[in-house]
């Protein structure tokens, strides 16, 4: 099992500019997350999707922000303009729910936005 | 979801058996405690969780107070491989929302 995957890793942007981050969940996985981090804010929930379906986007900071999830193994965090304050380490997680319920962790996507 | 404190920063001596206490006063009868932790730059790994019982793994243990009001998460013989964020979470399952805080900073000193 290759894990949650996540591209790109790194991302250098300038301000203005369209970024996407992908995820890719743990096959068989029915719940994923999507996580923003900061040194000033720690680690903070944006959205999280069940079955392919958005149920709670409370986290998601402003209208810049979107996500989609058109299938079970693919989902995408979009921010369309960029401003310098959304550099961040943004984490992709799935779960499958009935288990243990942990939630597996990608390894992030940095972005930069200059 | 309740809220959970832990102590910001902790030492451990490499061998010896590290305590991670962490406080959850307000947790409600339906809600598990989760434990993550977070290596520098990597995303955060799940390592135990529980209800009430005290539970145990290849990995850690966890001790729950019978008012289930704070628990302890005890790695037994510490590595430098363990220095990282330990983050005590609480959460009633489901979707798991989950509320990360700022978690405690273990370090491992040789």
Redesign the interface.
């Known amino acids: 099992d290759a894990g949650?995957i996540q591209s790109p890793r790194h991302e250098v942007t300038e301000m203005g500019q369209e970024v996407t981050l992908r995820c890719k969940p743990i096959s068989g996985h029915n719940?994923l997350f999507w996580?923003r981090q900061t040194m000033m804010r720690?680690?903070?929930?944006l959205i999280?999707f069940?079955n392919n379906v958005p149920?709670?986007d409370s986290g998601m900071p402003e209208d810049r922000f979107s996500a989609k999830m058109p299938n079970a193994s693919f989902s995408t965090l979009k921010i369309q303009p960029s401003e310098p304050r959304d550099s961040a380490?943004y984490?992709c997680?799935s779960?499958r729910?009935g288990s243990?319920?942990?939630?597996?962790?990608?390894?992030?996507t940095r972005l930069t936005v200059l | 979801d309740a809220k959970t404190t832990q102590p910001p920063s902790m030492d451990c001596a490499e061998g010896r058996a590290a305590n991670l206490p962490c406080n959850h006063s307000t947790i409600s009868g339906n809600e598990?405690v989760?434990w993550?932790r977070?290596i520098h730059?990597?995303?955060?790994?799940?390592i135990i969780?529980g209800l009430k019982n005290n539970e145990t793994n290849e990995m850690a243990s966890l001790i729950i107070t019978e008012d289930r009001k704070s628990s302890t998460l005890i790695l037994p013989h510490a590595t430098l491989r363990d220095t990282a964020v330990y983050?005590c979470i609480v959460?009633s399952?489901?979707?798991?929302?989950?509320?990360?805080?700022?978690g405690t900073k273990l370090q491992v000193i040789p």
């Open positions: 949650v719940s996580y720690g680690l903070e929930l999280y069940n149920i709670d380490v984490f997680a779960l729910q243990s319920n942990e939630q597996f962790f990608g390894p992030g | 598990y989760y993550y977070q730059s990597q995303g955060p790994q799940y969780h983050y959460n399952g489901g979707y798991q929302k989950v509320t990360f805080g700022t």
